[in-house]
């Protein structure tokens, strides 16, 4: 196995094992817990997230626990990290995901310098169409944050979703997240929902164009007072993005577009698509569905360019490999997105049969 991702050595003060992976490394350390590499009996790899918490001495946060995590794990894969296993009543309690090889954005920016062009687009796409699929899942992801986005060799893939809000309740607390990603009703303890999550991630947008987040990276008070009462500092991204940014970033939840109609803007203008193969595959799917019906073409649209989103990570994973030839990947995604429209439509209609 190879990988870009920093693998550190474990200590004297780390566990072996949890059920059934065998420890073998460090990946990282967060406010819920510390991630292992993980290996199981089969020689697979697992991100290893052992928790901080016992949820065992709760069985009030113990359900709440298994209920998101539960949920999490129906969220579709293609620009997630899948959930494999949970055992919170297991030495130690851990929650096991699937393994993306690569750094995440953070570590990308620090080393490579900011996204430029369709590397900026691929990732704002894929990560977008990653919360559409968490909240369509009932799930909030509660810690958006470029260390959380991993730039895999098939584009970029959002992890942890669910882990940080179901910790986050076992341990009695909703303040959990990121400082510089954190949105205002997070500071002021008013709960949590997917608006934080377009928060964060217009936050992260704005740090992977420029290399900062857009409210800083001083001291917690500051960065609080900031989110809370300035507005965001964005590198010029033109006017499009630059404006779904800011409504993104609105210090009101309410006012704040959803993650499925922030990806619908992106891909129809409000963005950038600047990948003439990319915006051709988008450019067909967008055609296909209806305008006549404004609220079937969004529920179609979002399903949609899913597939196109995922087309776009193969393309990406192309660009590497180049074992699938491109028109292949973008063809594919084109049969798959109108098979998907004609059948929902088809059956739209047949339910208005009497």
Not at 65 to 91: K, N, Y
């Amino acid at each position: 196995m190879s990988t870009n991702a920093p693998i550190g050595r474990l200590t004297n003060y780390d566990p072996r094992r949890a059920g059934r992976y065998r420890l073998v490394g460090r990946l990282g350390r967060g406010g819920q817990g510390t991630v292992y590499l993980g290996e199981d009996e089969d020689g697979g790899f697992a991100a290893v997230k052992v928790l901080n918490v016992d949820v065992r001495l709760d069985a009030r946060a113990r359900e709440r626990f298994l209920r998101e995590i539960a949920a999490a794990r129906q969220v579709a894969s293609f620009c997630t990290a899948q959930i494999l296993d949970v055992d919170v009543d297991g030495d130690p309690p851990y929650v096991a995901s699937e393994f993306i090889e690569g750094r995440n954005l953070g570590d990308e920016v620090t080393r490579h310098g900011p996204l430029h062009g369709t590397r900026l687009e691929r990732m704002a796409i894929s990560t977008i169409t990653a919360l559409a699929a968490i909240h369509q899942a009932g799930v909030v992801h509660c810690d958006f944050k470029p260390g959380n986005v991993v730039c895999g060799p098939d584009g970029a893939r959002v992890i942890d979703f669910g882990i940080a809000r179901a910790a986050g309740d076992a341990g009695h607390s909703t303040v959990v997240g990121s400082p510089s990603y954190m949105s205002p009703e997070r500071y002021a303890n008013a709960g949590v929902g997917p608006p934080a999550d377009v928060f964060a991630w217009a936050a992260t947008v704005a740090y992977a164009a420029s290399g900062e987040p857009p409210f800083g990276t001083d001291s917690m008070p500051a960065i609080m007072n900031r989110v809370l009462n300035e507005a965001p500092r964005l590198p010029g991204l033109g006017s499009a993005l630059d404006e779904l940014l800011r409504d993104c970033l609105r210090k009101d939840p309410g006012a704040r577009p959803q993650a499925r109609e922030a990806l619908l803007r992106l891909v129809e203008g409000g963005g950038p698509v600047q990948d003439p193969r990319l915006a051709e595959s988008v450019q067909l799917v967008t055609q296909v569905v209806p305008r006549e019906e404004p609220r079937n073409h969004r529920d179609v649209a979002g399903i949609v360019l899913a597939v196109v989103m995922g087309a776009a990570g193969a393309l990406a994973g192309y660009q590497v490999t180049h074992e699938v030839p491109p028109a292949a990947i973008l063809g594919g995604a084109a049969l798959a997105a109108t098979y998907l429209v004609r059948t929902m439509l088809a059956g739209r209609e047949s339910a208005r049969v009497p």
